[in-house]
């Protein structure tokens, strides 16, 4: 299994070179198979990061969302219409949170998708839907994932929820942070329990207070930031991350293996 970051930049990266932070979790075929791949998470951008790894809308069984903010949904119009039209009526899978699916559809999707040449339309008629629950988790491929929620953005009013991945792989387990605040409270256990840690950073003068920052993560025990990746950052100057014990940043493009 093979985690491919198409990009790792933030939802407002304006670089030349990088993308939203969307990923291709990738099967290691083995004969005549093919590979499967997830999508994990389909950004405003997917249709141009994801040509850029040689992939189309039809080279996926599966993608998964992680929260609503658009660039992490706002490719998924494109996924649904392209495949619908241009690739056969190509159905992948669509893994979220159960709490996410009515608001993607009500609030994201609903306008563009809704009304197509067969008549109405409903998420279901473009994707196979799979409703998940935080406490069973998801299997795909043989990999277990557990799906974790963790707070992206705290206000008085609400909190809004993205939903982590922690992989089970056959030779390495993996924490995949997604949009999430610094809560080393929360994430302590899973920072302990991962061989690698994908870690949602941002850089800058400014601190969003939704996004872990660099000058918070550096804060964290040596031996959590020795297993650690960082991602989803702004197009500043990076720090020497490896000089402060980090693994670094990832590149886009950049492929792991997890056995
Ligand atoms: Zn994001
Ligand atoms: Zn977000």
């Not at 992948?92 to 009500?106: G, M, R, S």
């Amino acid at each position: 299994m093979k985690l491919t970051f198409a990009g790792t930049g933030s939802a407002f990266c304006m670089a030349a070179d990088n993308f939203q932070s969307n990923m291709v979790l990738e099967t290691t075929p083995s004969g005549d198979e093919q590979s499967q791949r997830l999508l994990i998470d389909c950004g405003s951008d997917a249709r141009h990061s994801l040509r850029n790894l040689g992939y189309m809308p039809n080279d996926f069984d599966a993608v998964y969302v992680s929260h609503l903010h658009s660039d992490h949904i706002g490719g998924l119009e494109w996924m649904a219409l392209a495949n619908y039209f241009v690739f056969d009526g190509h159905r992948t899978k669509l893994f979220a949170a159960h709490e996410l699916l009515d608001p993607l559809w009500e609030h994201c999707l609903r306008g563009g998708l809704e009304t197509s040449d067969h008549g109405n339309s409903q998420l279901s008629s473009y994707f196979d839907v799979v409703p998940l629950f935080a406490e069973n988790g998801f299997d795909w491929k043989g990999l277990h994932m557990d799906v974790v929620p963790v707070a992206h953005i705290v206000t008085d009013e609400n909190t809004m929820f993205s939903y982590g991945l922690f992989g089970h792989g056959k030779k390495q387990s993996f924490f995949l942070t997604t949009d999430a605040i610094f809560n080393p409270d929360a994430h302590m256990p899973l920072y302990r329990k991962a061989d690698v840690i994908f870690q949602d950073c941002e850089l800058g003068p400014r601190h969003s207070g939704v996004h872990a920052h660099y000058n918070e993560l550096v804060t964290l025990p040596d031996e959590i930031k020795a297993k650690m990746w960082l991602y989803h950052y702004q197009a500043y100057d990076k720090p020497d991350a490896v000089a402060d014990g980090f693994c670094g940043f990832i590149q886009p493009g950049q492929s792991f293996d997890l056995g």
